[in-house]
């Protein structure tokens, strides 16, 4: 099956995302790249409904987090794709919302026993 890529450029630096997937046996393979380099990923998962990528990525002196969150587009059977540097969305899909749960709004449903973190 063909590759789904999504590419960023944030300050300077260019953050790719690659999401590969194989029907037989159905399997994902997720990776997040700055610069070319792969910094984080998740290979050989079966098909999963969303996968996080993240990695704590050393500029000059500082540390970034980059993070890169595939899940499908609300109202669409498609993938999506958010990349996000320091907690800002800077890439991907900007315009399209992704079926992917808001992390504190998860955290505190699960530690409040109010829910299970899943999108409603």
């Keep these: 099956m063909k590759d789904r890529i999504w590419e960023a450029d944030y300050r300077g630096r260019t953050l790719r995302v690659v999401n590969r997937w194989a029907l037989r046996p159905p399997r994902m393979n997720e990776t997040l790249e700055v610069e070319g380099r792969e ?20 500029l000059e002196g500082t540390t970034r ?11 669409s059977p498609r993938t ?7 907690g800002e969305l800077v890439g991907g899909e900007v315009g399209n919302r992704l079926q992917y749960p808001v992390p504190e709004i998860a955290r505190s449903q699960v ?8 999108i409603p």
């Design 39 to 58: 910094v984080a990923a998740r290979r050989g998962g079966f098909v999963r409904l969303r996968a996080t990528l993240r990695a704590a990525v050393g």
């Design 65 to 75: 987090r980059d993070e890169a969150r595939i899940a499908q587009r609300a109202g």
């Design 80 to 86: 999506g794709c958010h990349v996000l540097a320091d």
């Design 111 to 118: 530690e409040t026993g109010e829910g299970d973190g899943s």
